[in-house]
């Protein structure tokens, strides 16, 4: 199984709402992304989780939420998001750095969930 | 500040054209470069590169980096319509945990 699946697939929100985004692999990756990609510009990183443990926050606004509750599983809680948190929402998994020279290789995205906020 | 730059932004061609999309990086604590493609959502990884001067090929496409003047190509000879889509350059980053910075990207049409 070499998928990484996110759900819902679409999501539209008002700006009051609180809802969830959830990531899902068994491909055994300790290393779990979420990226933000608003149209024709590239993923922008948010979190990096490396064996469940959040370690990269990108000064991401605290209206967006990430969990981690195993090592299969990643969320992101979004609460009184704005119009412009309107993107696709990626994430993506691969094996956790190691601290070693030998680079853990590529991240394997999932199919993203395409967020709007009225 | 880390970046990763692409070239061209967008590549209109014909089939059977052979195109070269370029990537250069000026990053701290470099680890490896990565292309991926994507067509409509999520991206689809294609090569991953970590030593100088060592072509990396699948089928019509090949792909070498060049550390010492921090760029990165990617070649796409007999093109078809089926590589229309946006090429993405992502430079790997080591701390104490690896971090994915994305180019800009290139946006490739590939017409019949």
């Known amino acids: 199984d070499t998928e990484v699946t996110q759900t819902p697939k679409h999501l539209v929100m008002g700006m009051t709402n609180k809802k969830s985004l959830k990531c899902e692999q068994h491909?055994?990756?300790?290393?779990m992304y979420w990226y933000k990609q608003k149209a024709k510009k590239p993923p922008e990183l948010m979190f990096v989780?490396?064996?469940?443990?959040?370690?990269i926050n990108e000064s991401v606004p605290s209206r967006f939420s990430p969990e981690c509750p195993n090592s299969s599983l990643l969320n992101l809680h979004l609460h009184a998001l704005q119009p412009e948190d309107s993107a696709l929402y990626l994430c993506?998994?691969?094996?956790?750095?190691?601290?070693?020279?030998?680079?853990?290789?590529?991240?394997?995205f999932g199919e993203g969930s395409r967020l709007t906020v009225l | 500040e880390d970046k990763v730059v692409q070239s061209p932004l967008s590549l209109v061609v014909h089939e059977g054209d052979t195109v070269t999309l370029n990537c250069s990086y000026e990053?701290?604590?470099?680890?490896?470069l990565l292309w991926y493609k994507q067509e409509k959502k999520a991206p689809t990884f294609l090569f991953m590169l970590?030593?100088?001067?060592i072509e990396k090929k699948s089928g019509r496409l090949s792909s070498i980096l060049d550390k010492k003047e921090l760029f990165s190509i990617l070649n796409i000879t007999a093109t078809q319509t089926g590589d229309s889509a946006v090429y993405l350059c992502a430079v790997k980053l080591f701390y104490n945990t690896d971090k994915l910075i994305f180019g800009t990207g290139t946006r490739l049409q590939v017409f019949p």
């Open positions: 993506a998994s691969s094996h956790p750095t190691s601290g070693g020279a030998v680079d853990p290789g590529e991240l394997f």
């Open positions: 990053v701290t604590n470099f680890r490896s």
């Open positions: 491909m055994g990756h300790r290393a």
């Open positions: 989780y490396s064996y469940e443990k959040l370690s």
């Open positions: 970590t030593s100088s001067g």
